[in-house]
Nanobody, 118 residues
């Protein structure tokens, strides 16, 4: 079992910045992929960004150029730096990790609320 604990969410004004953290209960070097997802009320959970073991990154179109995903193996922590936040970024953000090439069968955090006011 792997426990993931997200932190860093809260309320921010549009145009502001916020950094989310996801601390893992074991070494993150074993995971093939790590990512951030978000779910807005009444909508499906979608991929925001992910990063592979080799450091390759992917970003959803709506966050490209504004969000940056990174990881710190020494701290066993995944980050999501969010800049120029928009009201449409409001959602519950989840981190997820997997030993395989996708998140099927992966592990998920409990989620952290991000609210962007206009």
């Amino acid at each position: 079992q792997v426990q993931l604990v997200e932190s860093g969410g809260g309320l921010v004004q549009a145009g502001g910045s916020m950094r989310l953290s996801c601390a893992a209960s074991r070494s993150i070097s074993v995971f093939n992929i790590m990512g951030w997802y978000r779910q807005a009320p009444g909508e499906q959970r979608i991929l925001v960004a992910d990063i592979t073991r080799d450091g390759n990154t992917y970003y959803g179109e709506s966050v490209k150029g504004r969000f940056t995903i990174s990881k710190d193996s020494a701290q066993d922590t995944l980050y999501l730096q969010m800049n120029n936040l928009k009201p449409e970024d409001t959602a519950v953000y989840y981190c997820a990790v997997s030993y395989w090439s996708d998140m099927a069968g992966g592990y998920w955090g409990q989620g952290t609320q991000v609210t962007v006011s206009s």
